[in-house]
């Protein structure tokens, strides 16, 4: 379908001032695993590969880690009480409420006089872009020293796969039966205008890229901000062995563009840069039919998502040359 | 050399008792009433007075999720709010006495809308009776400050470990000004030890707060929290007994006027037992045996409430509630009422409806109400 990992991925990434050099190959990253054996993740999930290796980010800064999970896929993946799969200090959060926790938990470490621990907030995209996006806001403004990672599955998929706002056009779930008919909410862009000093938007698919991000993410005081696009094989309703070439497709189409924001300066990360620079653009079709969600998807829609894709790679075009996002 | 009385607003006080307690970290959200206890608070902290982390959040929700967040790292937390903004961190209010996070929260009672309101109405925190906080509510300027003292030690003593809310009335009680005698502070430090929360998440054994947990633990969780929320009345009345020793002003969880001769006995919480005990003193000069029991603590229940009313002969009581429960009845009055079934007890019961939404309740007419030797419910206006 797509080629599988190759060089295309990290060729021409930037190394993080202080932080070491790129990783070149999935080898270097650090073998250690915060995530256990035995989590309850459904298989083929690629969210879990966004924490395992936002984790693996994590230690390689020499830091403490301390996670918040919201209320999402990721609590579940714990497993049951007596027992959890995330092997750092780990906070459950309510739905609405992941960022302010979090700013909860940096104030309370500032106040112990603790500056070694990174203090990651992991939410689903429900949690984020809907229930969410208050506390969030909020916490970025406030301008607390965290990351808060959104792995988006585009729909409420820990409850059976419901419509949210960051569930693209005409994807059915069970509660668009017909297809979604609004866009999807991009809010990246809207952290990014937000001013914080990092915003990016990644794929488990590009685990080096990926990985390089949270390592950057991390070199950086303030609030910080990655997105990342977590295709997830049961509420999308395509095989389990296809997450990772679904990224790809969704990066390779333009359904999913890969950039950073580092302190107002757009960067189109490697991956996106043959897709927005070259026009190097695998048809959309291609990645609706692959899943099952798109279903029933008509020829006329498929055209309407082609023509909103081609925008988006345009807007993305001028951003990389004008080297901002707003 | 500071000085040992002032005169201050209820909202004043309790920033004074925060700033004693020097918490780690104060999340909160201005709003009327409460305002005046974020805004001191604030420039206490910006002036450098008192070293705490203070998060400007973007709503009561969040305020209590910031004091969570903290609270689970092992810190000292305090917040603030009142009405529609104690309402809006409902979800988070169950979520920190499930926990078991000693946070301390004063809660400024105001009315609720729709039809702005921003009087005193105690529906705010007696609708939330249930959610597993110590309550107190208190009936002066003094009072709110010594309270809030307190409100640290008994949350964080080990054997209690759960949230605690002090409310004060909007306006007749955080806006009104009275003398405050002031706690020294040295000696203070010497009443509230560090706080030590022995579940707070640490970087030496990892472990994870909140996971999914199963029929089969769940009510231990919950059995738990009573428990020690049992244990609390015990625990309250030691330290209010140390308080004392502190600063020579007693508390309980009761406290009673002129009731050990009264034929008839006033029940209240708050401001309104106060009024109430005006009027007592003004039936009393005519003759009537009546005295006022003024409830402070709501959760725990207090068992010095039933062993009160277990040694006190008064037959008729007379109940004041500034909250009411729709369909059902004045909160206070029902709860009072099923604590005398459980001592055998049948007593002649008035309860009174009075002071929704800041009605003015004058002790004369409060005189009025008690001298009316009808039974039943009263809503004082209609």
């Known amino acids: 379908m797509v080629e599988v990992l190759g060089k295309e991925e990290h060729e021409g990434m930037e190394a993080v001032g202080g932080e070491g050099k790129v990783v070149k190959w999935l080898a270097e990253i650090p073998a250690d695993e915060y995530v256990l054996k035995g989590n309850s993740a459904c298989a083929g999930c690629t969210a879990m590969i966004a924490l395992r290796y936002a984790l693996k980010a994590s230690r390689a800064t020499g830091r403490k880690t301390l996670l918040l999970v919201g209320a999402c896929c990721m609590v579940v993946c714990e497993g049951v009480y007596p027992n959890t799969a995330y092997n750092v200090p780990t906070l459950d959060t309510a739905f609405a409420c992941t960022a302010s926790m979090a700013s909860g938990v940096e104030a309370a470490l500032k106040s112990f006089g603790r500056r070694d621990v990174n203090v990651i907030a992991f939410a689903g995209d429900g949690g984020t872009v809907d229930i969410g996006i208050q506390a969030l806001s909020g916490a970025v403004e406030r301008g607390h020293n965290f990351l808060y990672v959104c792995y988006d599955n585009e729909a409420y998929c820990n409850t059976g796969m419901q419509r949210s706002g960051a569930t693209p056009p005409c994807a059915r779930t069970t509660t668009t039966p017909g297809g979604k008919r609004e866009k999807k909410k991009d809010v990246p862009r809207i952290m990014a205008a937000h001013g914080i000093p990092y915003v990016a938007t990644a794929c488990p698919s590009y685990p080096i890229d990926l990985y390089e991000k949270f390592k950057r993410a991390f070199s950086i005081e303030g609030p910080k901000y990655i997105h990342i696009l977590t295709p997830c094989p049961v509420s999308w309703r395509f095989p389990t062995s296809k997450g990772v070439e679904m990224g790809k497709l969704a990066v390779r189409t333009g359904m999913w563009t890969l950039y950073e924001v580092e302190h107002g300066v757009f960067r189109l990360s490697p991956p996106s840069r043959r897709v927005v620079l070259r026009g190097d653009v695998v048809p959309v079709e291609k990645y609706l039919r692959a899943q099952g969600r798109f279903n029933g998807i008509t020829d006329e829609e498929v055209e309407r998502i082609q023509k909103m894709v081609y925008q988006e790679l345009e807007w993305f075009k001028e951003a990389a040359a004008r080297r901002k996002l707003w | ?382």
């Open chain 2, 1 to 382: 050399m500071q000085e040992e009385e002032v005169f201050v607003t209820g909202n004043e006080a309790v920033a004074r008792a925060v700033k004693l307690a020097k918490p780690n970290v104060i999340a909160a959200y201005p709003i009327t009433p409460q305002t005046e206890i974020v805004e001191v608070l604030a420039r206490y902290v910006e002036s450098g007075e008192l070293k705490s982390e203070y998060i400007h959040v973007e709503s009561e929700h969040s305020a209590m999720a910031a004091c969570i967040g903290a609270a689970s790292m092992g810190a000292r937390v305090f917040t603030a709010t009142s009405s529609h903004g104690f309402l809006y961190m409902c979800e988070m209010i169950f979520w920190a006495s499930i926990a078991r996070l000693p946070i301390v929260m004063a809660n400024v009672n105001r009315a609720l809308g729709p039809g702005w309101n921003i009087w005193a109405d105690l529906k705010d925190a007696m609708s939330h009776r249930d959610a597993g906080w110590i309550q107190f509510y208190t009936a002066s300027v003094q009072e709110a400050y010594d309270t809030t003292l307190m409100a640290f030690r008994i949350a964080e003593d080990q054997r209690v470990m759960l949230p605690t809310m002090v409310n004060l009335e909007g306006f007749v009680l955080s806006h009104v000004m009275q003398p405050l005698r002031l706690v020294d502070e040295a000696e203070y430090d010497r009443f509230l030890p560090p706080v030590r929360i022995p579940h707070a998440l640490n970087f030496e054994r990892p472990h994870t707060l909140g996971t999914l947990i199963s029929p089969e633990h769940n009510y231990l969780v919950q059995y738990d929290n009573n428990r020690c929320m049992r244990a609390a009345d015990d625990v309250i009345a030691e330290v209010e007994r140390e308080f004392e020793r502190m600063s020579g002003r007693r508390y309980g969880a009761v406290m009673k006027y002129r009731c050990d001769d009264a034929e008839t006995l006033v029940i209240a919480m708050g401001t309104l037992a106060k009024e109430a005990e005006v009027a007592c003193d003004s039936l009393r000069e005519k003759g009537e045996k009546i005295g006022v029991l003024r409830l402070r603590q709501l959760r725990p229940f207090p068992k010095a409430f039933l062993e009160e009313v277990k040694r006190l002969t008064a037959e008729r009581f007379i109940i004041i509630d500034r909250a009411y429960s729709s369909g059902y009845g004045g909160i206070l009055a029902e709860e009072v009422k099923a604590k005398l079934y459980d001592l055998g007890l049948k007593k002649e019961v008035k309860s009174i409806i009075a002071g929704l939404g800041g009605q003015d309740v004058p002790h004369e007419a409060l005189e009025k109400m008690f001298m009316d030797k009808r039974g039943g419910e009263v809503w004082f206006g209609v």
